[in-house]
């Protein structure tokens, strides 16, 4: 009888074994909105560098994420929005379209991630601002899906000092 017990005791530990989910969802490739975003930031022509400088800077202690060193573009309708400095002028509002890529570099200075910030009110992921939150890595694996609409990212990027969610000038004055 307990032989009999531990014996379907072992057969229902395998059989829950066998059916977990062989990839986690948040390691999956990139679809749909992601997928754009993906597109998007692995694009390079175009787009004008923070403080016009493509250098890889160290990421601050205010930074939510956790490479070594990062850099931030933005595409031709998001640079409208910087000074002859190449820093965004206060007050600003991005218009539709606007594109900002923060690249993510590992300790190698390899190119290990994007964070995506793209306005495009219309499209189902975008939050009440408008903002499309993508955080994809290199390889276009979903480090977190745009469906979640920045959950987690906007409650930092809402703190004081940030300009239309913008953060680079706070913290790369
Ligand atoms: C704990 C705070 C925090 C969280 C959470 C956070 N960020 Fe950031 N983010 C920053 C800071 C600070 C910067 C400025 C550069 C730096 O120091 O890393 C920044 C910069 C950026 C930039 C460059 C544009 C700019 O000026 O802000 C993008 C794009 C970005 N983050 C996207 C995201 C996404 C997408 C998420 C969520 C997956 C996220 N962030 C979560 C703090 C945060």
């Not at 977990?20 to 999956?28: A, M, R, W």
């Not at 202690?61 to 490479?67: K, P, R, V």
């Not at 219309?122 to 939050?127: C, E, F, I, T, V």
């Not at 390889?139 to 899906?145: E, F, L, N, R």
């Given at each position: 009888m307990k032989k009999k017990i531990i014996e379907a005791m072992f057969i229902s530990v395998w059989i829950v074994y066998l059916s977990?989910?062989?990839?986690?969802?948040?390691?999956?490739q990139a679809e749909g909105t992601d997928k754009e975003l993906y597109d998007k930031a692995r694009e390079t022509t175009g787009f004008t560098w923070y403080k016009k400088s493509d250098a890889l800077l160290n990421t601050t202690?205010?930074?939510?994420?956790?490479?070594p060193y990062l850099r931030t573009r933005y595409n031709q309708i998001a640079a409208a929005k910087l000074d002859d400095t190449g820093k965004i002028v206060a007050g600003s509002t991005f218009a539709e379209g606007s594109l900002i890529v923060k690249e993510f570099h590992d300790s190698s200075r390899k190119l290990a991630r994007y964070a995506i910030l793209f306005k495009e009110s219309?499209?189902?992921?975008?939050?009440s601002n408008g903002w499309v939150w993508g955080y994809i890595n290199s390889?276009?694996?979903?480090?977190?899906?745009s469906v979640k609409k920045g959950d987690g990212c906007n409650s930092c990027h809402n703190?004081?000092?940030?300009i239309d969610y913008m953060l680079m000038n706070k913290y790369f004055p």
């Open positions: 977990l989910p062989t990839g986690c969802k948040s390691e999956s202690s205010g930074s939510g994420h956790s490479f219309g499209n189902p992921d975008a939050d390889d276009g694996t979903v480090a977190q899906s703190q004081a000092g940030n």
